[in-house]
């Protein structure tokens, strides 16, 4: 797969946020959402050891299992546009969250500062709309939101793991689960 050009693109700062949509065919999306209905998640997660009572819905994913599916291709390609002087990421973890109206998400990161890691999380749904709610939002360093990603079916959200940022949950008119299938990148060595 070619670099892809991103839908739109931000930073937080100096921190890069990218959009990216129509990597993988809406009917593949669909078929992820359909598959992963059918797996257990665990209410294991923690967004932070401070909120370590409040777990969240997971679903750790194989690495090999993600590097067969599609997204797995569009979130390398992704990742080269973060990419200097021959550098490239790896896949060091795979999972899927999920979550419903009423649950608790909060604030947090994916990686210490300065640690050049990636977050490529894509959003996996056969349809959402605005009333639903479910966006993530990505925060400053004064705990103000800067950016905000909708859950568009097949989007990819690519991001320095550092941004604080959060997944919002569902709004009570939504009944459909909030899947965001999450891949985490480190520069190879």
Known sequence: MTKPIPTREGAIESRRILVFDD????????????ALEANAFTKSEIAKPETKDYKHWVREIQLEATRKLPIYSAAIAAAECFCANGESYRMYRSYCNYASFGDMLFIHT??????RELTALWFI????????????LFFNGEMDAEFVASPR???LVIF???????GRPPTR??????YTYAMKFELEK
């Open 23 to 34: 990597l993988v065919p809406k009917d593949q999306i669909a078929r992820m959402a359909t």
């Open 110 to 115: 994916d990686a210490q500062p300065g640690a």
């Open 125 to 136: 749904a056969p349809e959402w709309h605005p009333e639903w709610g479910g966006e993530t």
């Open 153 to 155: 079916p097949g989007r």
């Open 160 to 166: 320095d793991g550092a941004i604080p940022h959060v």
């Open 173 to 178: 008119i939504c009944f459909a689960p909030r």
